[in-house]
């Protein structure tokens, strides 16, 4: 759902291979109801109008999405949960959002799972953020990135990640120095290369963090 070249867009429907689970709390926000059932969502459907859903913005990038939980009617992979389709109207409807539904502050292990998703669509069309703020080769650019999506897929970096975004402890900035995302302090502090490229694929959603950025790096 997520590469190098930028984060998945919807046109119709996106299928995922493999269900990601939702947790309890967003279903019932989505209006998935409060069962003892766990959800699992087996896909993304753009619809003209979400009447009732919830409506999240990115204020950085100007985007918006109104989204709704709905029974699904077919899956492409292995399911989890009780099955469901996410309903979402939107102006530009990149997969970016289920990271906000599946916030890495209180979801870690949830949120972590969409840096690993893989997805199935008719027609594909990536939302390029952030492969234009660094000055780098592209074969490079790809290269980094796929180091940086494997320390966003651990659960404990991502949320580590995310805190460091709002606390710059040293509690948070040591914890995120084990995790590569941090300069040690002897050696000046502020983001590591691989710190700033985890950064950019989720700049929209957090803080902006210009003044840690490394040589190389243009803030979003």
């Known amino acids: ?107 870690p292990a949830y949120a972590a799972r969409v840096f690993r998703a893989v997805a199935w669509a008719r027609e594909a069309r990536r939302a390029k953020t952030w492969e234009e703020l660094v000055r780098a080769r592209v074969e490079d650019f790809t290269r980094l990135m796929a180091g940086a999506f494997d320390a966003l897929s651990n659960p404990k970096c991502l949320k580590t990640f995310w805190a460091l975004a709002y606390d710059k402890s040293p509690r948070v900035r040591e914890a995120a120095v084990k995790c590569g995302f941090w300069k040690p302090a002897e050696e000046g502090g502020g983001f590591t290369v691989l710190g700033a490229l985890a950064y950019l694929p989720v700049a929209h959603l957090l803080p902006p963090q210009c003044n840690y950025l490394p040589p190389g790096f243009e803030c979003l």
Do not use: I, K, N, T
């Open 1 to 107: 759902m997520v590469s190098p070249g930028g984060w998945l867009v919807v046109f119709d429907e996106v299928f995922f291979l493999d269900a990601v689970p939702l947790p309890g709390a967003r279903a019932v926000d989505l209006g998935g109801g409060g069962g003892p059932l766990p959800v699992s969502l087996v896909g993304v459907r753009r619809v003209s109008e979400a009447r009732g859903g919830l409506r999240l913005e990115a204020p950085l990038l100007g985007r918006w999405y109104v989204a709704r939980l709905a029974p699904a009617r077919e899956a492409r992979g292995a399911l989890g949960g009780a099955a469901h389709v996410l309903e979402v109207e939107c102006d530009v409807c990149d997969l970016s959002l289920l990271l906000a539904l599946m916030s890495p502050s209180h979801y």
